[in-house]
């Protein structure tokens, strides 16, 4: 699958990472030069350095032959031009990032096929986890086999950084795969040592 990502900030960037992980090809289109310096040399990408809301920028990322193009920058405006401009080469699915609620109905209007708002899903969340602290929520992320999204310290919730390191006792929420629950469980409950870094969201898990 051929993905066209414009926005390279924490949203667009950790997709981008996951879409790798997982075979696809992903073009990403950043306007800050120093930032795409950075990932062209740390991620198997192409990297476009260029406005994707300026058309000679979106057919250097050859976005005809994209099957999906995301618009993840934290500007509604950039967005829903980009994804409407994308939109006139066909592409079957356009994917926006939006950052105030009240702009959805716009995006929708324009035939944007998906809408995504990641601080309220993440609020959501965590209500879940505040409310339900017990309850794992379980689902399938890509080809891992589990993932740790929140790490409780001091009474507070804290999103995991890939450099932070857990010690024994802490308490932490973890989404996995229905199969892998068990071993995960045990992992994590039964005396084994984890001292080392945290498996970041995209790579490769630690303790195989």
Do not use: W
């Amino acid at each position: 699958m051929d993905v066209v990502i414009m926005g390279a900030g924490r949203v667009g960037l950790n997709l981008a990472l996951f879409l790798i992980s997982d075979g696809h090809d992903v073009t990403i289109i950043e306007k800050d030069e120093e930032k795409c310096q950075s990932i062209a040399s740390d991620l198997d990408a192409t990297v476009i350095c260029g406005n994707g809301t300026y058309i000679d920028t979106l057919e250097k990322s050859d976005v005809e032959d994209a099957d999906i193009f995301v618009a993840a920058t934290g500007n509604d405006e950039s967005n829903l031009l980009a994804c409407i401009l994308a939109k006139d080469y066909k592409i079957p699915k356009t994917i926006a990032r939006l950052s105030d609620p009240n702009h959805k109905k716009a995006f929708k209007k324009v035939g944007i096929d998906i809408v995504v708002n990641p601080e309220v899903t993440a609020a959501h969340y965590l209500e879940k986890l505040l409310l339900r602290p017990n309850i794992a929520d379980l689902a399938i992320i890509g080809n891992k086999n589990y993932i740790i999204v929140a790490v409780y310290l001091n009474g507070d919730i804290v999103i995991p950084e890939p450099d932070m390191v857990l010690k024994q006792g802490v308490k932490i929420s973890i989404l996995v795969k229905t199969k892998f629950s068990k071993d995960v469980l045990k992992r994590f409950t039964k005396g084994i040592p984890i001292y080392d870094s945290l498996p970041p969201i995209t790579g490769t898990l630690n303790h195989d």
